[in-house]
């Protein structure tokens, strides 16, 4: 079991930005002492009437993850903020979690860092609901209709106890849809609730639902 002190030395952060910037996030935050991290494709579900009116409300995003020390973690994100305008309007969203343990990440080491981590009153939750591809929507849907302003939904493959079928006598593995939800603290449980009850999370095999404590963030608007 780790220790409080090294449970809080590294930060995963989160980059939410239109289709072909995933790369130009992932150069600056080199630059800043972050060693690489993963870009991923996804979507963005942010209602819009006028955007739903010309059918493209939908708009590709991609999602780039990255792990680094909590100052690294801390300057990237001051510096990707001033380059990209998080704060503006439509230019992305950026935040950060703590991360437990790394494993596999050689620039990583548990033991580079052994400083007590200031005390931050978060405002933010970062929900993730993971459930079977074509039900991202009803996600949406629900958490829109308990207070969110929308989310994102990224595809993946699960390969759960009871999310395997067959065809053929052959087992497949379905495809899973990811969403990404941000919410305000105070709407987390009214937004996780309605997830939960429309999408019947609590039966087996039907989808999984963690919320995290954010950090910092930029570009979220009330």
Excluded: W
């Excluded at 952060?13 to 002492?33: M, P, R």
């Amino acid at each position: 079991m780790l220790s409080n002190s090294e449970t809080s030395d590294f930060e995963l952060i989160c980059v939410i930005v239109n289709n072909g910037l995933g790369s130009k996030i992932l150069q600056t935050a080199k630059k800043c002492g972050v060693s690489g991290g993963t870009v991923l494709l996804g979507k963005g579900t942010i209602k819009n009437r006028l955007l739903e009116l010309l059918a493209i409300n939908d708009v590709r995003k991609e999602i780039v993850l990255m792990v680094t020390n909590k100052k690294t973690a801390e300057y990237a994100l001051e510096h990707l903020e001033k380059k990209f305008k998080f704060s503006k309007p439509n230019h992305g969203i950026a935040f950060t979690t703590s991360v437990l343990q790394i494993i596999g990440a050689r620039s990583c080491n548990n033991e580079q860092i052994q400083e007590e981590r200031e005390v931050q009153n978060s405002m933010y939750h970062a929900i993730t609901v993971i459930v079977d591809k074509g039900k991202a929507e009803k996600v949406i849907d629900a958490a829109v209709e308990a207070g969110s302003k929308g989310g994102t939904v990224i595809n993946g493959r699960g390969s759960g106890i009871h999310e395997t079928s067959k065809l053929f006598s052959m087992a497949i593995e379905p495809e899973k849809e990811i969403v990404l939800i941000l919410s305000e603290k105070e709407s987390t449980e009214a937004i996780v609730s309605a997830i939960r009850k429309k999408l019947k999370i609590d039966e087996p095999g039907m989808g999984i639902i963690f919320i995290q404590d954010v950090n910092k963030t930029y570009g979220i608007y009330k």
